[in-house]
């Protein structure tokens, strides 16, 4: 299928931000039914064209939005998402939404209860419109591997729209989020909790958000974000982000050069990469450009392991993937062991697990396993001594962006992950945005801060994105 997504006329409501809606729902100027119909019209404009979803149920969604209306119908007071439609990836339970992580194995999975996330989406009020579809338990770059059929990128429907979605591991919320011109978050790890989500790599899996814009983006972290005493990789201390970036954009606003004190780090090593390609690195020089006249300093930084981290990330990634998708032998979940692995697991997934499986075997554990956990300790070295030099880090999403369907596998998947795995690795807050917002198919750049710093991140991007996108961010809707 090639050609493009139809457009839909201008429509207050598919283009009213999330402050905006929230304010119109809370005041009764829209419903939360009217939201929800809209978009679910849209869902079924698109999705013959894109196969975003693996399942949309109009009925749960207006029931939720129904609830909403009623709440405020008796004075009730609504939450920080009302009415908001999120949808969520396939590998977080959701309670009354089958949950398969792409996986045929798991096609009749119910859930018994929400992830911690959802929950948390689900008491502010958002609307959950459907569970969205991925490369199989995470496992890719494209989604090209989901067992349920092929996603295409609403931007070229010959392209992919980057993998596997909207749950990060190595890459899976900045690489869509590039491909497709979003904003998307992969925060420090711990900040969201991972209760509730199907594990691939349990030391590099991190729940973060994607959205139209930083703005929208920051409401959902500070929904989602916080300590859950099921997760005992959470992070233990409150979030309070939506009021802290409030207070900072309202000091910002006055001021004529905003990043003066800034000092941004720029990635040698991933400017400078053969593979880079020329559009992606003149937009990346635009922006920072556009910083540079914002105040901000600009500083190279080198951080040489790149080429190590990517191969190091993929021996442990494996590995622990290995290890987690023992528990999928068919005793609990469908048949047996070997039916189950043979007719239940896709090709990518089964070379991932062998992968994984040789790495942690006897006689190579110390070539593989351990040697890789060097290298990442080496990745945060280099980070922490970048940090000594600058406040953040910039650098290039991927290096050729979004490529087309079917013409990468393997390792030339694999590699479309080098700029994203160092900060996986290292579990920093890495953000993705446009940096050439206007273009028929954006490039994206990643702003890298140090462990925590989740808020200096998006403080970075929404003062970034009020000069390059001022549409996109205005509550004046």
Known sequence: MTGFVPRYHPDEILEANVAALVQKVRTGTWTATQVAERYLQRVRETEPFIGAYLLVDDQLVLEQAATIDQKRQRGEPLGLLAGVPVSIKDNLLTKGFTTTAGSRLLQRYQPPEDATCVKRLRSEDAIILGKTAMDEFGMGSSSENCAYGVVRNPLDLSLVPGGSS?????????????????????????????????????????????????????????????????????????????????????????????????????????????????????????????????????IPISMPRL????????????????????????????QMTRRTRTLGLGAEVKRRIMLGTFALSSGYVDAYYRRAMQVRQLVKRDFELAFQQCDYLIGPVSPAGAFALGTKAGVDLYAEDVLTVPASLAGLPALALPCNPKATLPTGMQIMGRYGDDVGVLRLGIVYERVTRPLITSDEQ
């Open 166 to 298: 909207g749950g990060n591991t190595g890459g899976s919320i900045r690489q869509p989020a590039a491909f497709c011109g979003v904003v998307g978050l992969k925060p420090s790890y711990g900040r969201v909790s991972r209760y509730g989500l199907v594990a691939y790599a349990s030391s590099l899996d991190t729940v973060g958000p994607m959205a139209r814009s930083v703005s929208d983006l920051t409401h959902c972290l500070t929904v989602i974000a916080g300590p859950d005493p099921r997760d005992l990789t959470s992070l233990s201390e409150p979030t309070n982000i939506h009021d802290f970036l409030r207070e900072t954009e309202e000091a910002l606003s006055a001021v004529a050069k905003p990043l003066r004190q800034v000092r941004l780090g720029i990635w040698k090593e991933a400017l400078e990469m053969p593979q880079l390609a020329s559009h992606g690195r003149q937009a990346l020089e635009e922006a920072l450009r556009t910083l540079t006249s914002l105040g901000a300093s600009i």
């Open 307 to 334: 080429r190590a981290a990517c191969a190091a990330y993929y021996v442990l990634a494996s590995s622990e993937a290995s290890a987690n998708l023992a528990r999928y032998d068919g005793v609990r979940y469908w």
